[in-house]
């Protein structure tokens, strides 16, 4: 997915290294908050990790095992949504996505979240999205409850974030019956 105008206002783009000092930005800016839940914060300090990021991403998804787009807001870069991976061969997508606080509130990740999976289901042929959610952050678990997913496991000690080790909770959304 290149470029996908949700809205008039609202708008997810591939990332490109071009983007890689205003992503840095928006990380360096809310840093703080987003320490919470994302393990990589901590670990972006410069432009050139965020560089390294994007094109990391871009060969990833040159082999169709990822990509990662950023979400424009009335023209600013307000957060990033993609797949984390692609298992083609069980065709499950993983994906991961975050907004800064003052995007915050406004439905914004719901809508993105729609495109990326209904792109999931139609285009990259996936037959089912996982995504795991760490079981303190409620605002992550709302998003995904209100896209319809279902908890299908609880995942302990997976993954390590500013806090320390968190359990997950593994939710899953099954592709739709045409
Ligand atoms: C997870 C995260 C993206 C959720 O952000 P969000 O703005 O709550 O996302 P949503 O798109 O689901 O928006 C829901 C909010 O918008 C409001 N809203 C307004 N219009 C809406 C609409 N048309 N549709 C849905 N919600 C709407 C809802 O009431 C809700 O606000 P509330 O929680 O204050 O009641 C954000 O908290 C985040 O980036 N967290 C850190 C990273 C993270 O946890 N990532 C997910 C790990 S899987």
């Known amino acids: 997915m290149l470029r996908h105008k949700i809205n008039p206002g609202l708008e997810l783009r591939l990332l490109q290294p071009e983007h890689a ?95 990326v999976f209904t792109h999931a289901f139609t285009q990259l042929l996936v037959n089912r999205i996982v995504v795991g959610v760490a079981t303190g952050n409620v605002r992550g678990q709302a998003t995904v409850k209100r896209l319809g997913f279902k908890q299908i496991s609880l995942l302990k000690n997976a993954e390590v974030v500013a806090s320390g080790g968190v359990d997950h909770f593994i939710y899953s959304l099954v592709r739709p019956v045409a």
């Open 21 to 115: 000092a205003e992503l840095f930005a928006l990380v360096d800016a809310n840093r703080a908050s987003l320490r919470e839940w994302l393990p990589w914060v901590d670990a972006t300090l410069k432009v050139a990790d965020s560089g390294k990021f994007i094109a990391e991403a871009l060969r990833e998804r040159a082999a169709t095992r990822a990509f990662q787009s950023g979400i424009w807001s009335m023209g600013s870069l307000v957060g990033a949504i993609g797949h984390n991976r692609i298992d083609q061969a069980a065709r499950i997508g993983f994906p991961g996505w975050w907004l800064a606080p003052s995007a915050q509130g406004q439905g914004i990740m719901t809508q993105c979240c729609q495109v």
